[in-house]
T-cell receptor, first 112, second 113 residues
């Protein structure tokens, strides 16, 4: 099956930059996605990387290194509203029709 | 805005009852998923479907069943609810191609007493 590792918690100061890492072990790989989930809410899609490199979307960027089986989500100019859980996800190529499987999530706390 | 809906949002039910959680999407997506998530914890895949009349169990089938008779509808049924089923259940959908965004419903928070 697929295995994704993320730190369980990260704390950062408002206005700062934070990086949330994700390492994966998969028998096949197609791409890495990131989702944000606020307490009591549903996960929402942030970004997707299929190729090596950095993808930038406003304050959020996502990076992938396929050779290192590693990716990260970079959040800049942190705001209090960025306090949430962040999940990396991959399609499970071992299972028929590739369901999306998630890491255990990283809880980000932004403090003043 | 995602067009995927779950009902009910909250449900309290007694042990042994049969319940069905509803999920519908209007985006025409082939793939649909059910995840179970305790507060602040990871998402566990329960069931998924890749089209009408095609369903598969995830790692955590949770003594539940699903059906996919229509593209837009993917209900989840617990035949006999237990307190261990107390959790949040999230439904999601995506297009058939790999790497596309998954859209989530707002979830059903289930409490079995």
């Amino acid at each position: 099956g697929q295995s994704l590792e993320q730190p369980s918690e990260v704390t950062a100061v408002e206005g700062a930059i934070v990086q949330i890492n994700c390492t994966y072990q998969t028998s096949g790989f197609y791409g890495l996605s990131w989702y944000q989930q606020h307490d009591g809410g549903a996960p929402t899609f942030l970004s997707y990387n299929a190729l090596d490199g950095l993808e930038e979307t406003g304050r959020f960027s996502s990076f992938l290194s396929r050779s290192d089986s590693y990716g990260y989500l970079l959040l800049q100019e942190l705001q209090m509203k960025d306090s949430a859980s962040y999940f990396c996800a991959v399609p499970d190529l071992n299972s028929g029709n590739t369901p999306l499987v998630f890491g255990k999530g990283t809880r980000l706390s932004v403090i003043a | 805005e995602a067009d995927i809906y779950q009902t009910p949002r909250y449900l309290v039910i007694g042990t042994g009852k049969k319940i069905t959680l509803e999920c519908s999407q209007t985006m025409g997506h082939d793939k649909m998923y059910w995840y179970q998530q305790d507060p602040g914890m990871e998402l566990h895949l329960i069931h998924y479907s890749y089209g009408v009349n095609s369903t598969e169990k995830g790692d955590l089938s949770s003594e539940s069943t699903v059906s996919r008779i229509r593209t837009e509808h993917f209900p989840l049924t617990l035949e006999s609810a237990r307190p261990s089923h107390t959790s949040q259940y999230l439904c999601a959908s995506s297009e058939s191609t790999l790497g596309t965004e998954a859209f989530f419903g707002q979830g059903t928070r289930l409490t079995v007493v």
